[in-house]
């Protein structure tokens, strides 16, 4: 079977350090570079952190090319208080041997799908949309490039994360967010709808703990140190599987449910900023991820560490 080509942009955040382990782990999936944004941290790190994690996944095959350091409009917001002043709490932080990919991300992102072949990336985004808007703002012809994007972002039944009703991928570039969604490119989205039904409990880590080799090791590491921090601002519920529900949907859609939708963005400031709205119409461009199988998630990540 061929794999997929996908670009992963990101905010690496501990929840994106499991993604990309999920993805740079798995066969089906060719991961021709990642993009990194300013989001759960400052540009930066999550720029060293991307670093970091193709480093420990052995694939310094995999350029890093940094991207935007604020969103559009809106004042930065970052997330230290839940993944460390590091980006990745559960880490030690180190300087990865590669050095980032010369060139900025929106340019590498608008001359790769310039030259692809017709749907032939996948675009996975699991952090502020910023560099994605400027992509399609700058060229949007990008648009016959991709097949689909996988966005990790938004809420409906949930509510917000960062406020009472905005998720915070969303919530900090709300005006990216809208550029993407009302670009026409097919969107799915995994919200909090979804991504709060996969959590970390520590009888689903217990599989993980129990494999060998230091990359499982790596994965609860990450994952439990999650729960310290989720349990510590969230009333002792362990950590939702946000980032990772991306890879997870590529790899095995068969564990998940979704619906077709319009989904909107609130960006007129208030109480309301950042909210994902969709429409009550059974269609639309847009898929919006309603449940998971969250035994069957863990499966899914215990067999990509355990083969890689």
């Known amino acids: 079977m061929t794999a997929r080509p996908i670009i992963i942009d990101c905010d690496p955040g501990v929840d994106d350090a499991v993604m990309l382990m999920m993805a740079l782990a798995s066969p089906a999936l060719d991961v021709r570079a990642i993009t990194t944004v300013a989001g759960n941290v400052p540009l930066r790190l999550t720029s060293r952190n991307a670093r970091m994690m193709c480093q420990i996944m052995d694939r310094p095959d995999v350029p890093v090319f940094a991207g935007c350091p604020r969103p559009i409009l809106r004042e930065p917001v970052t997330a230290e208080h839940f993944h460390g002043d590091s980006g990745i709490a559960g880490l030690e932080p180190f300087d990865p041997d590669t050095p980032l990919a010369a060139g900025h991300a929106v340019t590498h992102l608008v001359d790769t799908l310039r030259g692809a072949a017709p749907g032939e990336y996948t675009i996975v985004v699991t952090g502020p949309l910023t560099n994605v808007a400027a992509a399609i703002v700058m060229a949007p012809d990008i648009a016959r490039g991709i097949d689909q994007l996988i966005i990790m972002g938004g809420a409906d039944s949930e509510g917000g994360n960062i406020t009472p009703t905005a998720e915070f991928n969303i919530f900090a570039d709300p005006h990216a967010a809208a550029v993407v969604l009302d670009s026409g490119i097919p969107a799915t989205l995994l919200s909090l709808d979804v991504t709060h039904q996969v959590r970390a ?15 499982p090791a790596i994965m609860v590491q990450l994952l439990e ?84």
Do not use: C
């Not at 309301?272 to 035994?295: I, M, N």
């Open 201 to 215: 409990e520590p009888e689903r880590l217990e599989p993980l703990r129990a494999l060998p080799g230091a990359r």
């Open 225 to 308: 140190a999650a729960n310290v921090l989720e349990a510590r601002w969230k009333e002792g519920r362990m950590t939702p599987m946000h980032d990772p529900s991306t890879i997870a949907y590529l790899l095995a859609p068969h564990l998940f449910e979704s619906r077709k939708a319009t989904v909107s963005v609130d960006t007129t400031e208030g109480d309301h900023f950042g909210q994902t709205r969709l429409s009550a119409a059974a269609e639309g461009p847009h898929t919006w991820v309603t449940k998971a199988d969250a035994d069957g998630f863990f499966t899914l990540i215990e067999g990509l560490v355990t083969a890689s």
